[in-house]
């Protein structure tokens, strides 16, 4: 059975940080590149970082770059997102996504929210 678990998320005053993480099961964790997404309240969903599967490339959105860093444990099915200087506009349900290019499989995970307020 394939579970993708997001953790982490919460409130945090702008300028703060949080550390997103996925934790991964029931598929070839090591086989897939990884992501991040998020969904703001009536915004369509955009993809925020990325990484392939072995972990040697990463790629992440104009909007996060310089503040957001992504990362993976391939040995315990683990995508973590870094989140640095985090503004309002960072608010949104943040989603993570597994990705087998090869064989079209993808799989998402339930989401959690990140709130920026003060």
């Known amino acids: 059975q394939v579970q993708i678990v997001e953790s982490g998320g919460g409130l945090v005053q702008p300028g703060g940080s949080l550390r997103l993480s996925c934790v991964a099961s029931g598929f070839s964790f090591r086989f897939y590149a990884m992501s991040w997404y998020r969904q703001a309240p009536g915004k369509e969903r955009e993809l925020v970082a990325s990484i392939t599967s072995a972990g040697g490339s990463t790629n992440v959105a104009d909007s996060v770059k310089g503040r957001f860093t992504i990362s993976r444990d391939n040995a315990k099915n683990m995508v973590h997102l870094q989140m640095n200087s985090l503004k309002p506009e960072d608010t949104a349900v943040y989603f993570c996504?597994?990705?087998?290019?090869?064989?079209?499989?993808?799989?998402w995970g339930q989401g959690t929210q990140v709130t920026v307020s003060s």
């Open positions: 996504n597994a990705n087998r290019y090869s064989t079209g499989s993808v799989y």
